[in-house]
């Protein structure tokens, strides 16, 4: 029974952070220490709607986490983007826990260009909080992004998740996350990549995260970042096959729960070329 009791407390210990319905997804943003919000992917769907108004190929992708190595927290994320004549209209999930506690969520947005540097996109996602034996929570929250170069080497991003801050519980008006992030990427080069970004969860300190990217030709990268308030430290790799499909391999490092390793893949239809 003390067994029990135990592993109970160090399971909702370790949920708690993540309780309220969104955390970030793909392999690659994860080696990066979540360092996203200014860079362009399939995976900006979970982190800046804004930056899939780059994107110009149909793209899905799949990814999975297994956070601290503990079965009951596994992750994992869904995305599909596909570009239109004007704007791009995106779908994707995510779904975190386990039979006692797990959350989800689902949602779909589009993107679009505002001006020559200027990127906009917007995104509704339905979320639940399911509880054993306590029922589920469900509520449909907005996000908003924006994406703007600077220059050709810098880009700066920002988004905001759950803007009307929908409410959990009315006990001490307990509410799903808003989450603000504010970054910007700079190439250094053609191979090399730097991100800095700050975050900020209403009701939380604020959190500082720095990466590198690092591109060995069109095929092999490597990834490294870390975030602090607490301090995490992650670093991953990434490899592409035939030109559509990415691979995307690493793992986060916690001091006290350890490590989290995580794996991705994205599939790209390439445009055809005209005859």
């Not at 989800?104 to 589009?110: D, F, I, L, N």
């Amino acid at each position: 029974m003390l067994k029990l009791i135990t592993t109970t407390l160090v399971l909702m210990r370790l949920l708690l952070p993540h309780a309220q319905g969104w955390q970030p997804q793909g392999a690659r943003s994860m080696s990066l220490a979540n360092a996203s919000v200014a860079i362009s992917d399939a995976w900006s769907f979970h982190h800046n709607p804004g930056a899939l108004a780059r994107l110009g190929e149909t793209a899905v992708g799949l990814s999975y986490e297994n956070r601290y190595l503990l079965k009951e927290l596994q992750s994992q994320g869904l995305v599909f983007v596909h570009p239109l004549k004007k704007g791009v209209i995106s779908a994707g999930a995510q779904y975190y826990g386990f039979q006692v506690y797990r959350t989800m969520r689902v949602g779909a947005g589009y993107s679009m260009q505002l001006a020559d540097r200027l990127f906009a996109g917007v995104q509704l996602n339905y979320g639940q909080i399911r509880i054993e034996r306590y029922g589920a929570k469900n509520t449909v929250t907005a996000e908003f992004g924006v994406l703007a170069a600077v220059s050709k080497k810098v880009w700066l991003g920002c988004s905001v998740f759950n803007i009307g801050r929908n409410r959990l519980h009315a006990y001490q008006d307990e509410r799903f996350k808003t989450c603000m992030r504010l970054g910007l990427s700079y190439s250094i080069s053609e191979k090399v990549k730097t991100m800095l970004e700050v975050m900020k969860e209403v009701g939380k300190p604020i959190r500082l995260k720095a990466a590198l990217e690092y591109g060995f030709g069109e095929q092999l990268q490597f990834r490294a970042g870390s975030a602090f308030n607490p301090l995490e430290i992650a670093f991953g790799c990434g490899y592409r096959l035939k030109n559509n499909l990415q691979l995307d391999l690493g793992s986060g490092w916690q001091q006290v729960p350890g490590w989290s390793p995580h794996v991705g893949f994205t599939f790209t239809f390439q445009k055809k070329a005209d005859a």
